[in-house]
């Protein structure tokens, strides 16, 4: 069972180019989210799912475009990279609704924009 | 808007010094208080969750108590590998289930 799987792991991208981040979960869940990661910032919410074919902004959208073609996999994409971009990426996954809200997260992926 | 604040920023205790961390909310309609645990270079790995006041949830050497307005992650007798950072976070009806996180607090336990 592996849970929530984020590709790549590393990446470093020039400013201007164009990248997708990759979240894939194996639990059905329903939920999906991405997140940034910055230093004294915590967890701050770019774009969620709450199913497939949906999307949402969160608190830090823009720069970023999000697709939830199949409910197992939650795309981030980043149209023309920008320095400011570098952070580290989280995905997560949840039922969302119940008694099973808690989420799981995926290892991240370090983005370094030179 | 959901905001979550959590102190204190950082904590050093001293192997076997028991302390508490706090996590104060403000959200329209809590349907689930979670703490995690974060290791430097992964992902939060999930503890526990709260759904009401009241509640409390227990996991070897950690305690999750849950009030109207905030929750406490209580550490009894902390040991070295307790060091991380501590995530707390809630889903409100009221925001369309989404996530919001608190900065966290880093625990560092010394032998």
């Known amino acids: 069972n592996a849970g929530v799987t984020q590709t790549p792991k590393f990446r470093v991208l020039k400013t201007g180019q164009s990248m997708t981040l990759l979240c894939a979960q194996d639990?059905?869940?329903?939920?999906m989210y991405w997140y940034r990661q910055d230093p004294g910032m915590g967890l701050r919410l770019i774009h969620y799912?709450?199913?497939?074919?949906?999307?949402a902004k969160g608190e830090v959208p823009d720069g970023y475009n999000v697709s939830r073609l199949k409910k197992q996999n939650f795309l981030l994409g980043l149209e023309s990279a920008a320095p400011s971009q570098t952070s580290v990426y989280f995905c997560?996954?949840?039922f969302g609704q119940g008694l099973n809200t808690e989420a799981f997260f995926g290892q991240g992926t370090r983005l370094t924009v030179v | 808007e959901d905001q979550v604040t959590q102190s204190p920023e950082a904590l050093r205790l001293q192997e076997g010094e028991s302390s508490s961390l706090n996590c104060s909310y403000t959200?329209?309609?809590?349907?689930?208080l979670f703490w995690y645990r974060q290791d430097p270079g992964k992902g939060p790995e999930f503890l526990f969750t709260?759904?009401?006041a009241g509640e409390e949830k227990e996991k070897e050497r950690l305690k999750a108590t849950l009030t109207k307005k905030e929750s406490f992650l209580h550490i009894t007798a902390p040991k070295p590998e307790d060091s991380a950072t501590y995530l707390c976070?809630?889903?409100?009806?009221?925001?369309?289930?989404?996530?919001?996180f608190g900065k966290g607090t880093l625990l560092t336990v010394n032998p």
């Open positions: 976070a809630v889903i409100s009806g009221g925001s369309n289930y989404k996530l919001t």
């Open positions: 799912s709450v199913g497939e074919g949906t999307t």
């Open positions: 709260l759904y009401s």
């Open positions: 959200v329209s309609g809590l349907r689930g």
């Open positions: 639990m059905n869940h329903e939920y």
């Open positions: 997560a996954s949840s």
